[in-house]
């Protein structure tokens, strides 16, 4: 047999995994390209795979055996087409045009924004999700989950705001189950009621709130108990901004995101405690149980959202596989989780986190062996810090394409900072553990919490230490989308000539490595910038960026001092593939005559923009036409 298929064959949900998913990315890309044809095209695929699914199972000739798995190949590619269509078909809603009165329940604790009071809600009596933004005063901070409230506004279908390269807001949310989101002002909503019937996630999130509260009772600073609140409990609303930027700057925010690493030290604790647990298979049964109980009640008081939902499951299955073949994990399991988490939530397949973690532990599966038996250190504790090193390297190489195509930013020291937080974070998730068993023995549970507090300021005094060594990062890389799967491609071709050393393995990595540097050399020559003027749609931040060909550009303000801090973030993966410069502010001052004119006017290669904000334009006069090539409304004028 071909090794290739071979391989497929030891590995079963693999081949189930594949057109599943495939079924499903191509459902997303027909239901917003092409969503007139879905249907048809969903109903040709399953008359083609019955056909093939008969064929094979009548046709009893040898040369013809293919038939019956090219049946079930397009059966359960359909069936991902299927279960994804009606999940988008589910959410997908139509809204009045106009202002309209509504009833609705919240369905969630507040998030509180800089302006605004976000909830999330059921519309009544469809069951629609939608958010609602109340502007903040005394009466909407007084709003709780389970209210029923009567509102008057209109409700919009997610829409993006049509800038280059921007997060595709829209598609998050429609893959997140959300119909619409809403601006409620003060004064437009009526509390009707109140409902007290929870299910099962705000039971679990009440249970979070509670342990969040005990945590408070502790005096933890605020980045102490930040960190605490989303490494053991996956509660990141209270994390600022620049230690979100610290973390990400020196490679650990995955430390932060509560997942398959924690999930992970859980599943490891487990397994040690349980370690005589595997002389005969009743007792493994009970280690499973136990394993897999542990598991989901840990997810239970973190919320149950949907990372650590799918970390559980995943775990699970390893915990299950240990029955089987003894092994604790299997690349036959891994597919096995994913395909049973995309059957029930399809949307799943498009979740960063989904694709980081299950690539994540691919890597290490496959990698891993051949960094660590590398090196064989006899010493214990440099095997240890071997093992970190090498389990950080393999998961790094798997997730590196995936991290440079979602953030354009590569953490140049992840190997020291994970030698540095993954046995701190380990620490932390078992002294929390000890925190709550000990909480009917005060004084013990003191001593625990002065020891959290050291642990967590060792923790984000070496992340910002890292982050601040020369070149911690590698900022404002660009990574097409076609080259993230011919880049995993090459990964596995590598991988598999480590294994096999055969030449034409190494033929075919070679090959993808010169296609892939010829496609990003040709497509970055055609991204390279040139004299040219961008509009952008932020609210709050009416801009002209003028770009010039040496990637030199200036963002002309029409606000005297502009927050544009959400313009950075909106649109900094553009400028990167535009190969820009930080861009220069350009206020009140000229910085360039040829590019400033007085009353906030700019030239710039023959092309004159101005900006009409004020109604002092009403009074204004020249001595002859102004010619104007571009203008911009920036609020409406009143006036003559």
Request: aromatic share 14%; glycine share 4%.
């Amino acid at each position: 047999m071909v090794p290739q298929l071979a391989f497929l064959h030891q590995h079963v949900f693999l081949r189930l995994f594949i057109p599943l998913a495939s079924g499903i990315a191509m459902a997303d890309y027909l239901f917003e390209a092409h969503r007139s044809v879905l249907l048809g095209f969903l109903f040709c695929l399953f008359l083609l795979s019955f056909f093939l699914l008969l064929s094979g199972f009548f046709c009893r000739k040898y040369t013809f055996r293919w038939l019956f798995g090219a049946g079930v190949y397009v059966f359960f590619l359909t069936l991902g087409m299927a279960v994804c269509s009606f999940h988008l078909e589910k959410v997908v809603a139509a809204f009045p045009i106009e202002e309209a009165t509504s009833r609705v329940v919240l369905t969630n604790h507040v998030q509180e924004k800089e302006k605004s009071l976000l909830f999330s809600a059921s519309l009544q009596p469809t069951g629609e999700k939608i958010l609602l933004y109340f502007s903040k005063d005394s009466l909407s901070k007084t709003l709780k989950r389970g209210d029923e409230l009567l509102i008057r506004s209109k409700i919009s279908l997610p829409k993006n705001n049509g800038n280059p390269d921007e997060f595709n807001y829209s598609r998050y949310l429609l893959h997140q189950g959300i119909s619409g989101t809403a601006f409620i002002a003060s004064g437009s909503w009526k509390k009707n009621g109140h409902t007290d019937s929870r299910s099962l996630r705000q039971i679990a999130s009440d249970w979070q709130h509670g342990l969040l509260n005990l945590y408070r009772q502790q005096n933890f600073l605020s980045d102490q108990y930040a960190v605490l609140s989303a490494l053991t409990i996956g509660y990141k609303d209270d994390l600022s901004d620049s230690i979100r930027e610290s973390f990400s700057i020196s490679g650990a925010s995955h430390v932060l995101a509560l997942s398959g690493l924690h999930v992970g030290f859980l599943y490891g604790l487990l397994l040690f405690l349980m370690r005589g647990f595997s002389r005969s298979f009743k007792l493994k049964i009970v280690r499973a149980v136990v394993i897999i109980a542990v598991l989901w009640l840990f997810a239970f008081i973190a919320g149950l959202s949907p990372s650590v939902v799918r970390s559980a499951v995943m775990f699970s299955f390893f915990a299950l596989s240990t029955l089987a073949n003894g092994r604790l994990f299997s690349l036959n399991s891994l597919s096995a989780a994913a395909f049973m988490m995309l059957l029930v939530s399809p949307c799943w397949l498009f979740d960063v986190g989904f694709q980081l973690s299950f690539v994540a532990v691919t890597a290490i599966l496959f990698i891993h062996p051949l960094i660590y038996n590398r090196i064989t250190p006899k010493h214990k504790l440099l095997r240890y810090v071997w093992g970190i090193l090498s389990v950080s390297l393999a998961a790094q190489i798997g997730t590196a394409p995936l991290v440079l195509y979602y953030f354009s930013r590569f953490s140049t020291h992840f190997l020291l900072t994970n030698l540095l937080v993954i046995p701190l974070a380990s620490v932390i998730m078992y002294l929390s553990i000890a925190f709550f068993l000990f909480i009917p023995l005060p004084f013990i549970q003191q001593w625990i919490v002065w020891l959290l507090k050291q642990a967590l300021d060792f923790l984000n005094s070496s992340v910002r230490w890292v982050e601040h060594l020369p070149y911690s990062s590698l900022e404002s890389v660009w990574v097409y989308t076609l080259e993230v799967p011919v880049i995993y491609l090459l990964l596995f071709f590598g991988v598999r000539f480590f294994y096999n050393k055969e030449a034409k393995t190494l033929i075919c990595a070679l090959t993808l490595l010169l296609s892939l540097c010829s496609y990003h050399f040709v497509m970055r020559l055609q991204d390279h910038p040139r004299n040219s003027i961008a509009f952008y749609n932020i609210p709050g931040c009416a801009t002209a960026h003028i770009i010039r060909s040496d990637g030199s550009s200036l963002l002309a303000y029409a606000d005297t001092v502009p927050t544009n801090k959400r313009m950075h973030q909106v649109m900094n993966r553009h400028w990167s593939r535009l190969q820009l410069e930080t861009p220069v502010a350009m206020r009140e001052t000229p910085i360039n005559q040829n590019v400033f004119l007085p009353n906030r006017m700019y030239n710039f290669c023959g092309k004159r923009i101005c900006f009409m904000r004020t109604s002092g334009w009403a009074l204004s006069s020249a001595d002859s036409d102004l010619e104007l090539i571009i203008y911009m409304f920036v609020k409406v004028i009143k006036g003559q």
